[in-house]
């Protein structure tokens, strides 16, 4: 039973995850300014040449691995299995397990993800060419957004931050079902076969017990990554789909954990030292027991996540900002701005976000279908919503899925970065706004 002083144990995961993902943000945004800089200084060449021309390893038919790709389908997939890892442990035992908890951050993420594409389209709608790019004002960059509520300290309530995590993992999901449905161009069938087959061989392991890491990967990265690769369905979603078949079920259960380890630790007590710095060999035998143990006792899906959450959040996440965020200004900036592709972005990120995740949030509270979290209040909740206007990281993904002709690209992520950057400042002076912060904790 927890105490009144006590927090659940879902509290202390998410606020792992939360510093996890603070440092992660500020690593970005390091990555982000070198890229920047790296672009627009006298060695473009070599920025260029390391992101877009060098080739490595293996090739397929016509098709050229640069390492531009490695990192945007090879790396971004393994981020996405990760996020596949951290939805699904949500939706089962966190913020997103059940209809009250995942009610106003999933209503408010169903905002923040229709208004900011209306938006878009009201700049973009006649274009044809341009109208492609209504995803990239949907997504919010997880990472950027705890990263710069971290600046902010204690003066930001902790349950507002684990509400912008919940948002923006449900902004994550809505984005993979984007990706997958509306940027994919050509479908090759027979590809997407043998990757179902290769889903439905992890889910039966998943339902006869199997636990293998190696089982789990074989099959997901030969049976489905791959075939997804040369399907059309972009590389990514194999990740998440791949994440959704991984055990989240422990093979003993609390109770017989506790009296096995029990046991194991009387005997390993119970056993007379050999007086030497060396175990005996029935000691050692005992510790591999309690090691099995404590296998059995953990789940698959939370052993990976623990360990795959920090190489997303410090090695993928700013790899792929140096590999895409380096856009280099060629022409008048402001004309850059000022493209019905980038005020579409700026729009869609800065007061699409802010109005979609507001008025859903007043809404789902309204209805009384949920309510706000302890402690925090509207100004914090708009709060919030423009720092969710800050897309980076997959708003820059989405934009090179959405766009062949480079030169929209820039615009494009031009456009990203300037409404990030209004997004985090707006976000800044709402949250600090209000009177006396500390007392509303």
């Known amino acids: 039973m927890i105490q009144a002083n006590e927090k659940p144990a ?45 080739r490595l390893g293996t090739t397929f038919g016509d098709f050229h691995f640069s390492l531009h790709h490695w990192v945007n389908d090879g790396l971004m997939a393994l981020f996405f299995f990760t996020i596949g890892l951290e939805i699904k442990r949500e939706v089962m035992g966190g913020e997103l397990s059940s209809v009250k908890k995942a009610a106003l951050p999933v209503m408010a993420a169903i905002g923040g993800m229709v208004v900011p594409a209306a938006v878009y389209l009201l700049f973009n709608g006649n274009n044809p060419d341009h109208s492609l790019g209504w995803g990239i004002p949907m997504a919010t960059d997880i990472a950027f957004a705890l990263g710069i509520v971290a600046l902010l300290g204690d003066r930001v309530n902790i349950n507002l931050k684990i509400f912008l995590t919940a948002l923006a993992i449900a902004d994550d999901l809505g984005a993979i079902l984007v990706i997958a449905v509306f940027y994919t161009d050509t479908i090759n069938y027979y590809q997407l076969g043998i990757a179902m087959v290769a889903i439905l061989i992890l889910i039966s392991g998943n339902r006869m017990g199997i636990r293998s890491t190696l089982f789990y990967g074989l099959f997901g990265l030969v049976g489905v990554w791959l075939a997804f690769f040369f399907s059309g369905v972009h590389a990514t979603i194999a990740g998440v789909l791949i994440a959704f078949t991984i055990p989240a079920k422990a093979k003993i259960n609390e109770i017989d954990y506790i009296d096995s380890l029990c046991t194991l630790l009387t005997k390993f007590t119970d056993e007379k030292s050999n007086n030497s710095k060396l175990l005996t060999s029935e000691q050692a035998h005992l510790i591999d027991k309690i090691e099995t143990l404590g296998n059995d006792a953990h789940t698959p899906l939370q052993r990976l996540e623990h360990i795959l959450h920090p190489i997303s959040a410090y090695i993928i996440i700013p790899v792929f900002a140096l590999f895409n965020a380096g856009v280099r200004i060629e022409g008048n900036i402001m004309d850059m701005v000022l493209h019905p592709v980038s005020l579409g972005i700026i729009g869609g990120l800065v007061l699409g976000k802010f109005i979609g995740i507001s008025i859903f949030s007043h809404l789902i509270i309204k209805l009384k279908l949920a309510v706000l979290p302890e402690g925090v209040g509207f100004r914090d909740i708009y709060g919030a919503a423009l720092l969710a206007g800050i897309g980076f990281t997959m708003s820059i993904f989405i934009s090179d899925l959405a766009f062949s002709d480079p030169q929209v690209i820039q615009i494009a992520k031009v456009g990203i970065f300037t409404a990030s950057i209004l997004s985090a400042f707006l976000g800044v002076f709402i949250l600090l706004g209000g009177k006396d912060r500390g007392k509303q904790r």
């Open 10 to 54: 879902s509290f202390f995961r998410i606020s792992q995850f939360i510093r996890q993902e603070t440092l992660g943000g500020v690593l970005l945004i390091l990555a982000t300014m070198v890229a920047v800089f790296w672009a627009n200084s006298s060695f473009y060449e070599v920025y260029h040449y390391l992101t877009h021309e060098i």
